[in-house]
């Protein structure tokens, strides 16, 4: 039907050349739900799929129309955003980035679920941490989230065992760090010591939050950082195991697929001796994963990525994850939220966590043995979401993390001083958010 | 060549000598053009590609047979042909028809408008996506194929009403003249009289569209959204998956069935004596 | 001349005659503008797509380079006029002579110099060759220019990826491994747009050569010009017109290139290789911010058109 529609009007368009006759929103009929979602994941799509057939089972007469959107993160943010736009091709439940929420529900793209789950019990059994990701500038609930990830630093006891570092390895600051790939440089120079990427999730955000003043965004005075001593601190760090040679070399750290080699290569060869990855990097390396590593469990460890100087809270962690949403122009809310809740249930939730090996955004999800038991390291990946944070996910902030990255890659691969590329990234952040949006540190 | 070679037999000499340098050269270069091309060919047939050019161990099809689905392949291959027939059709039948009063009458404004259609041929059309995205939004056309056919048609007609015109102001006037004494209509004449005489150069326009079309990927990337009518350019992406994971070599394979059939309507094209010398179509 | 051309000529002195004649009634007859309008009628679907599809997203990105409008966020909602704030971010951003001096690079190494050469090479060793071997290494070369541009990009990424064909055979020949991508992006683009475009520039000389009358050049062997000599002084001169149009036409196609350099650098490492285009699609569809990436493309927009206005007034000279 739409696909006449649109043709007659594409004809219409052109053979009257009315540009302003666009008619009212499409009719997009209000038996049908529009779900949006990133069609790379497949254990995304696989819960996408159970859903939609659980959700026709028990609402007869309505249609669940999947339209997964093919492409890396970014497109699939960029296709999303687009999509938006028009309210004939604006998702009703669409999954969206945490980090790109804020932005959407400024522009009025989000339906706010506060009075939408006031009655749904299993609310509660969400995760206070995590249901941050789901919360706007004002407070409100405009996503349910369907999963959480964290970061801690992962070792190869036997990389570090044979350079003598005593086991289990529990650094306490960043000079713990250093110490440690110092001593295993020593001990055996051919491999990695202490790899982080020349990014922002897994490497400069870690450092960065863990700082005494570090932060981007002062939530407080809702203004933006500028001359933070953390920032130029953070930077020094990751500018010391480059220069050293402690990590990859820079090349590699700018090689967007780099990852692929240290969770398929180093680590498992004895390479390598600790990266920090996501919570989620099992997922790599189970039964059937494209980088199988049946060892993983025996040779592989963690631990909490330390703070500077070893001050409260100790560790510190970055989160990240998707959400659902539900599309403010839904002309069915009711029923979007319905597959909302339907898709987070228990069941669905726990298959979804435990297939992605991703940290359990429901409580009672992260107590049940099958979540516990998905890898050997499900317990302590999950007690770091205590310490983790969410990044400030404002409308600015996409352009602003490439900022951030930007100051990263010079220090790393780009010759800058610390001082220099955090001077340059105050001066994009004032380009990007405006003079009087920043404030002094 | 006879008459050249027993005039003056030590050039003849000279000329064969730079014909074989000739043959030489354009071998080593069109080696070189082939060469990036090895890696497509033997990831296809090998059971675990990677970007590495690699002889395979075992030759196999199973890559082949991995991506016969409607859902990888058909339906995606369909969309691409769906996109590129129909912006080639729109734009030759406009093309055509604007190029007839252009070709035949003489009118006051003829040189600024073939001027300003000129100036359209050179716009970068990367360059108006963000506002196409727009008027779309505003149209109500987003993630519509007839939409985006009429878009992707109107962007070749520039060059396609500039080639057109061309080719209709060699077919001479006075087969028409005829045809209007018969009481023919001069759309009729142009259906039944003109368009026969200038069916190569229409086949050129035709094609020539129909390959642009077909390869491209920023236009469907913007303007459409259910993954029912993603081309071939844009659904090629689901070979990447979540973590960064190529399937090499299925993404070798569908390449290759994406490329043939513009490599086969290309080399039937120039068996029938087709050019796309654009810029001789296009001289003033 | 050929007939249409003489009867187009006939029909100029037609529209030439009123002028002399007493001055016409302001209005000519209906039936007169009638006939007239009806004759144009033809013109009407291409005038109406044009004005459509290209007339009107023109217009829009002017007008929308004057707004904040945002693909999220606030400024989604509300876009607001906001003037030449655009173009005064897009002076003092350091990534925007950046982008475009990369772009001047690209257009120059790729397409003036790499392609339009190449081309005109192969096109005049073909002349010389074998008919067969001509016709083989014609299509081998159009081969790179009919593929899809995705698949072309893709197989570009292979050949210049770190383990990829190229490292492979320079290791084959003892050379250290160089980091195409990393180190030298921008290189790696343009030998990769070189690859692929081409064909376009060969098709075209192959047509003008064909046009060269074979009399001119052999009588001028017969005078005892060299073959270097020949080509300067006989047959460039010769194909003057169409190199001209050949280069404007892929300068400018060259100018909106994207998907190569998306998909083979994505404008990295470090922005070394975003040229506008790249620039204008994160700005606006990355960052979200439409305003400001619209603005960027209009800057494409007035360099297209520079180089438009110079060569329509070259043809023109040339007619005249």
Known sequence: MRGIKKTFMAVTVVGLALTGCSGDSGGEDSQTLLIAYKKADPVLESLMENTKEQFEAANEGITVELSPIEGNDDDYATKLALSQRSPDTAPDVFVEDSFKLRADVDAGYVLALDEYLADWEDWDAFNETAKEAGTGDDGGIYAVPLEADTRVIW??????????????????????????????????????????????????????YGTEDGALYDEDEQKWVVGSQGFIDSLDFLKTIYDEGLAVTPAQALDPNIWQ??????????????????SYAPQFWQEGADYEWPEYGEVMATSPFPTQNGQEPGAVSMSGGWTLAVGAGSENPELAVDFVKMAMNFDNSLAYTVDASKIAVRNDVAETTEYQEMNPFA?????????????????????????????????????????EAAADYDEALK??????????? | MAAVATAAPARGAGKTRSARTANIVLVLLAACFLLPLTWLLAASVNADASYELAIPTTLTLENFAAIMTAQ???????????????SALVTVTAAVLAAYPLSRYQMRFKRPFMYTILFGTCLPITAIMVPVYSLFVQLNLLDSLAGTIFFMGATFLPIAIWMTKNFMDSVPVSLEEAAWIDGASSMKAL??????????????????????????????????FSPDSQPAAVSIFRFFDEYGGVAYGELAAFSILYSLPVIVLYIVSRALGGSFALSGAMKG | MSPARAAGATAARDRDQPVREAPRPRTPPASVRLRQAVRLLPLLPAVVLLLVFLGGPILWAFYGSFTDA???????RNPEWIGLDNYRTLLTDPQFPHSLWLTFLFVLGSAVIGQNCLGLALALVMQRANRVVAAVAGTCVVAAWVLPEIVAAFIAYAFFFRDGMLNQLTGLAGLPVVDWLYEYPMLALVFANIWRGTAFSMMNYQAALNDVPPEITESATIDGAGGMQRLRFITLPMIKSSIATNLMLITLLTLGTFTLIYVVTGGGPLNASTTLPIMAYEQAFQYGDIGYGTAIAVVMLLIGAVFSIAYIRMLRERKD
Request: proline share 6%; net charge negative; hydrophobic share 50%.
């Open chain 1, 155 to 208: 070792y190869n006891q036997n990389v570090l065992g044979a350079a003598g570092i005593e086991l289990p390895w529990q650094p306490q600051n960043w000079e713990d760090l250093l110490e440690m790939a110092r001593t295993v440089k020593a001990a055996n120079p051919d491999v990695v010591p202490f790899s982080m990427y020349a990014g922002t999730m897994q490497s400069f955000y870690e450092l960065l």
């Open chain 1, 261 to 278: 080699e240290i969770v398929g290569d180093m680590l498992p060869q004895d390479r390598m001796g600790a990266t920090v990855e996501g």
């Open chain 1, 379 to 419: 317990k302590e990946v999950t007690e770091v979401l205590e310490v983790s944070r969410y990044r400030p996910a404002t409308a600015d902030f996409a352009e602003i993390d490439t900022a951030v990255l930007t100051a990263t890659q010079e220090v790393v691969a780009g010759g800058k001083s610390p001082e």
């Open chain 1, 431 to 441: 380009q990007i958010v405006g003079e009087d949006n920043v404030i002094e540190k």
């Open chain 2, 72 to 86: 990888q392949t058909f339906i995606p291959l369909l969309n691409s042909f769906i996109l590129a027939v129909g």
């Open chain 2, 191 to 224: 259906f039944y009289v003109v368009l026969p005489l200038m069916r190569p150069g229409l086949a050129v326009v035709f094609i020539f569209v129909f390959l642009e079309a077909w390869g491209n990927f920023f236009v469907p990337f913007i303007l459409l």
């Open chain 3, 70 to 76: 945002g693909l999220t966020g606030a400024s989604a």
